[in-house]
């Protein structure tokens, strides 16, 4: 039996995220973000507080309607999307879903991080490159012209991979070594990369409801980045400076989601780059009351409530750790409330919905 109940409803207002997101100004309440919900997520949620009654499975439009739904109720003032058919094909590897409560059936998929499709120049020459000409923006589109007027569309998901697609595209391994041996061609595939990506930041600043671009690309390991720092400005840097650029030229911040320890790229990220916000913290690492008082003065900070703290807490541990990083993070603006990197089908609903809930109370 369902016995949750938010201590406050939700309305969404994208102009003062926006306001939060550009630290123009103190936000009047505490602004939610996530790089994502597992899909498992989203249908408990959905199941949970009855947010389908009344939609239709066979309208076309029932997955935008269905994302309305549940952002909307769940305190969200934005729908994170993105152009579609831009994905690249990897090798990879399947596995069982190890979560104990929202399991996914089907498994979960990994990277081989050995061996990529593309080792060699041969490799290169036969991929199968997506084309502009297969690129659309259909759900872009159907949002543009039916999102609520006080939602707004973040987007995201399938650009700003480049330190990823390096590594998913030739395998970590493979890699490594072609730094050494083939660098000519991990700089063909960056260029690559950074074509589509250029291409397809460009499609979407040109929606009027897409206020800001969020590139997602992990750099780094709990040590360090993955690859050497000079590495990271010649092959990785300046694909994000390209898209923050596009992102600043039409007037939309540049969010960046990237896990693993990056002290030693940060003032590239904040002051070549020019990133606007900074997404993705663990505890081991950094907390993000430590990155917001080290960082606040130049971006904003998202979310940050560690997923293993999450996974292992009560939810009563949860409001009071949610409450602590409010308290040192959203004073003046610059901090959005969230998961230390996204909402897993294993961390428990009840923790993450009393994170939310703690949210909506806060400074009430």
């Avoid at 630290?23 to 939610?32: D, E, L, M, N, Q």
């Avoid at 081989?112 to 084309?131: A, H, K, L, Q, V």
């Avoid at 923006?137 to 159907?142: D, F, H, V």
Wanted: overall charge negative.
């Amino acid at each position: 039996m369902n016995t949750f109940s938010f201590a406050k409803p939700a309305s969404p207002d994208w102009e003062g995220l926006l306001v939060c997101l550009k630290r123009s100004g103190a936000p009047k309440r505490v602004h939610h973000i996530e790089l994502f919900l597992d899909p498992e997520v989203q249908d408990a949620v959905c199941s949970r507080f009855s947010l389908l009654d009344g939609l239709s499975e066979d309208d076309p439009a029932h997955p935008y309607r269905k994302q309305i739904a549940l952002q909307s109720y769940l305190g969200y003032d934005y729908i994170r999307c993105g152009a579609e058919n831009v994905a690249f094909q990897f090798n990879q590897l399947p596995t069982a879903d190890t979560a104990t409560s929202l399991t996914r059936s089907s498994g979960r998929m990994y990277i081989d991080e050995n061996r990529g499709p593309i080792t060699s120049w041969e490799e290169f020459e036969r991929y199968p490159w997506p084309t502009r000409e297969t690129i659309t923006t259909k759900a872009l589109e159907w949002y543009e012209n039916n999102l609520p007027d006080n939602m707004c569309i973040i987007a995201g998901g399938g650009f700003g991979h480049f330190a990823e697609y390096l590594s998913w595209l030739m395998g970590y391994t493979t890699l490594c070594t072609a730094l050494f041996e083939q660098r000519d061609l991990v700089q063909a595939i960056y260029k690559k990369v950074l074509e589509q990506d250029i291409y397809v930041a460009s499609l979407m600043v040109q929606f009027d409801k897409v206020k800001a671009l969020w590139g997602s690309d992990d750099m780094g390991y709990k040590g360090g980045p993955l690859l050497s720092p000079g590495d990271m400005r010649e092959f990785v840097l300046p694909g994000h400076k390209a898209l923050a650029a596009i992102a600043h030229d039409a007037g939309r911040p540049y969010l960046l989601h990237s896990c693993g320890k990056l002290d030693l790229l940060m003032d590239d990220l904040i002051h070549d780059v020019r990133i606007d916000a900074k997404h993705s913290f663990e505890d081991v690492i950094e907390d993000v009351v430590a990155a917001k008082a080290r960082y606040g003065g130049h971006i904003a900070l998202l979310g940050g409530i560690d997923v293993d703290f999450l996974c292992r807490a009560t939810p009563e541990e949860t409001r009071l750790r949610t409450r602590e990083v409010l308290e040192k993070c959203q004073h003046g603006g610059g901090y959005c409330l969230g998961t230390g990197n996204s909402v897993a089908n294993y961390i428990p609903l009840e923790n993450y919905l009393a994170m939310l809930d703690e949210g909506r109370k806060f400074g009430s």
